[in-house]
T-cell receptor
Framework: QKEVEQNSGPLSVPEGAIASLNCTYS??????FFWYRQYSGKSPELIMS????GDKEDGRFTAQLNKASQYVSLLIRDSQPSDSATYLC?????????????FGKGTKLSVKP | ETGVTQTPRHLVMGMTNKKSLKCEQH?????MYWYKQSAKKPLELMFV???????ENNSVPSRFSPECPNSSHLFLHLHTLQPEDSALYLC???????????FGQGTRLTVV
């Protein structure tokens, strides 16, 4: 069973701090990785995609990928209360006829003012 | 106008009813998906269509029936559902199956 694992949290950080969200995946052949943010009662919203080893930065967000360790992370700098949400990690997995996007259960982040 | 639009946003149906969920995407994508999101569970992929052809069916009960008339529209036909089918049903689309997927607002389904 191919899986994406996340700590469910809640992860609580003070406003202005760095929030670090982690994700591991079981399928070594996974090639594409995504982070989504989901506010309560809303649908997932894409934040970042990362396809190669290393760091990718976009504003206050940095995604990190380490394929050897099968590990993906998301750093949120200068965390704001509006960042409080559930963060979903997803990995594209080549199985079946076209492959599937497999999601973790999500990590709930709470940013305290 | 959002890229992926789902209707209705909320639906309450009895176990003997037949209803349909609709999804439309304006992004020019070729792949469309149905996901189910239940409390305390990860997003579950139900169906994948790529260039209007169904490519994945993850052991979904036959009471859920998808239809993809063209690359921009996707339906999920529902009949004789069970209370445990109550969940948030999300439609998504992507340019290709291994690129970024964008979600609609979802349909909150309650089966009574």
């Amino acid at each position: 069973q191919k899986e994406v694992e996340q700590n469910s949290g809640p992860l609580s950080v003070p406003e202005g701090a760095i929030a670090s969200l982690n994700c591991t995946y079981s399928d070594r052949g996974s090639q594409s990785f995504f982070w989504y943010r989901q506010y309560s009662g809303k649908s997932p919203e894409l934040i970042m995609s990362i396809y190669s080893n290393g760091d990718k930065e976009d504003g206050r967000f940095t995604a990190q990928l380490n394929k050897a360790s099968q590990y993906v992370s998301l750093l949120i700098r200068d965390s704001q209360p509006s960042d409080s949400a559930t963060y979903l990690c997803a990995a594209f997995n080549y199985g079946g006829s076209q492959g599937n996007l497999i999601f973790g259960k999500g990590t709930k982040l709470s940013v305290k003012p | 106008e959002t890229g992926v639009t789902q209707t209705p946003r909320h639906l309450v149906m009895g176990m003997t009813n037949k209803k349909s969920l609709k999804c439309e995407q304006h992004l020019g994508h070729n792949a469309m998906y149905w996901y189910k999101q239940s409390a305390k569970k990860p997003l579950e992929l139900m169906f994948v269509y790529n260039f209007k052809e169904q490519t994945e069916n993850n052991s979904v009960p036959s009471r859920f029936s998808p239809e993809c008339p063209n690359s921009s529209h996707l339906f999920l036909h529902l009949h004789t559902l069970q209370p445990e089918d109550s969940a948030l049903y999300l439609c998504a689309s992507s340019r290709t199956p291994n690129t970024e997927a964008f979600f609609g607002q979802g349909t909150r389904l309650t089966v009574v």
